[in-house]
């Protein structure tokens, strides 16, 4: 029989790596989008042909059960969200609104519709926030210090009330930072490996950033999204932490994607006020021995590969952009 799994936020980055990885795995992918004159599909359009897109909202509970009961999935993946820090800030009862109450719409249809689909949450680093202590791992208390990180929360929760009330097979992944080319520009390290690209190419000649001591655990979202479907396929469902174990200044992250490019980061590198967070999380870096443990999962993708593969393909991109004009 060939399995079903349905994929909100199928057009971000994790999404579109996920779907990849289970099209591969021969599972027929179901991609959720919210209906807006503005959908990117930039990001499968390698695969689009290959997957069925169905027009959902986590705001719409009714959306929700009807594509659960017309596309009968036996796996969920929920990586929908508004998943931007700083836009928590401006916009945080609409965070709210899908980052957290959004899950619950989602489990409560599985519950109606069928009970035996399994579930998964992508939960964040940013549930840790103000680190209670370092490396983080499945019992270290949240701190959240965002209004994304608060929804977060509330999130991971409701999936462990889901599953400890009704019994679903509905897991939690604490993500920490993973990135890839695939990552919105607003991103960090994107942010980076796209200025990197400008300067070099001759485009830009300066790089604003805000706090250049926040340090983060980051991976690679390909090896990320693999967990993700490890964890749907264990008999019992819990909670996992994927991290690398490593953690990475913003300068370091500048150090390194503008030395591969030759170029001394510290005469493009403005720190700019604007992008200062009111609350900052200063450092966090996860514990996945568990994820190591229980799943066999590793990251496959180092932090000096991870940062090459970006400026090599944000120069790709520029310079392809360059020959369209």
Same mark, same amino acid.
């Given at each position: 029989?060939?399995? &079903?799994?349905? +994929?909100?936020? +199928?057009?971000?980055?994790?999404?579109?790596?996920? =779907?990849?990885?289970?099209?591969?795995?021969?599972?027929?992918?179901?991609?959720?989008?919210?209906?807006?004159?503005?959908?990117?599909?930039? &990001?499968?359009?390698?695969?689009?042909?290959?997957?069925?897109?169905?027009?959902?909202?986590?705001?719409?509970?009714?959306?929700?059960?009807?594509?659960?009961?017309?596309?009968? *999935?036996?796996?969920?993946?929920?990586?929908?969200?508004?998943? $931007? !820090? *700083?836009?928590?800030?401006?916009?945080?009862? $609409?965070?709210?609104?899908?980052? @957290?109450?959004?899950?619950?719409?989602?489990?409560?249809?599985?519950?109606?519709?069928? *009970?035996?689909?399994?579930?998964?949450?992508?939960?964040? /680093? #940013?549930?840790?926030?103000?680190?209670?202590?370092? *490396?983080?791992? #499945?019992?270290?208390? $949240?701190?959240?210090?965002?209004?994304?990180?608060?929804?977060?929360?509330?999130?991971?929760? +409701?999936?462990?009330?889901?599953?400890?009330?009704?019994?679903?097979? @509905?897991?939690?992944? +604490?993500?920490?930072?993973?990135? /890839?080319?695939?990552?919105?520009?607003? $991103?960090?390290?994107?942010?980076?490996?796209?200025?990197?690209?400008?300067?070099?190419?001759?485009?830009?000649?300066e790089l604003h950033l805000g706090n250049l001591d926040a340090c983060r655990d980051i991976g690679f979202a390909g090896d990320y999204?693999?967990a993700m479907w490890m964890m749907l396929q264990q008999k019992e469902p819990d909670n996992y932490v994927i991290a690398t174990g490593?953690?990475?200044?913003?300068? #370091?992250?500048?150090?390194?994607?503008?030395?591969? @490019?030759?170029?001394?980061?510290?005469?493009?590198?403005?720190?700019?006020?604007?992008?200062?967070?009111? @609350?900052?999380?200063?450092?966090?870096?996860?514990? =996945?021995?568990?994820? &190591?443990?229980?799943?066999?999962?590793?990251?496959?993708?180092?932090?000096?590969?991870? !940062?090459?593969?970006?400026?090599?393909?944000?120069? =790709?991109?520029?310079?392809?952009?360059?020959?369209?004009?």
């Open positions: 029989m060939v399995k &079903r799994a349905l +994929i909100t936020g +199928i057009t971000g980055q994790d999404g579109s790596y996920l =779907a990849g990885f289970l099209l591969e795995k021969g599972y027929e992918v179901i991609g959720m989008v919210r209906r807006t004159s503005t959908v990117n599909f930039d &990001r499968i359009k390698h695969i689009q042909e290959k997957v069925t897109i169905v027009p959902g909202d986590l705001l719409d509970q009714v959306s929700l059960i009807e594509i659960l009961q017309k596309h009968q *999935p036996q796996e969920v993946y929920n990586l929908a969200a508004q998943s $931007f !820090v *700083p836009t928590s800030w401006n916009q945080p009862v $609409f965070t709210g609104e899908v980052t @957290a109450l959004g899950v619950t719409r989602i489990l409560d249809a599985i519950r109606l519709v069928d *009970p035996t689909i399994r579930f998964y949450q992508a939960s964040s /680093s #940013e549930c840790f926030g103000k680190v209670r202590e370092s *490396p983080q791992n #499945e019992k270290t208390p $949240f701190y959240p210090r965002s209004p994304y990180g608060v929804a977060k929360v509330y999130g991971h929760w +409701i999936t462990v009330n889901y599953r400890e009330s009704y019994g679903l097979h @509905a897991t939690s992944g +604490i993500l920490f930072n993973h990135t /890839s080319p695939r990552r919105g520009l607003e $991103f960090v390290l994107r942010k980076i490996t796209h200025g990197v690209a400008l300067i070099k190419l001759g485009l830009a000649d999204v693999k490593e953690t990475h200044s913003v300068q #370091e992250m500048c150090e390194t994607a503008f030395r591969y @490019a030759s170029l001394d980061w510290q005469k493009y590198v403005v720190q700019d006020e604007r992008f200062m967070r009111p @609350a900052e999380v200063d450092y966090l870096v996860g514990d =996945a021995t568990k994820a &190591r443990e229980v799943l066999g999962w590793e990251p496959m993708v180092s932090f000096p590969e991870l !940062v090459r593969m970006m400026v090599d393909a944000d120069s =790709a991109l520029l310079s392809e952009e360059g020959g369209e004009d």
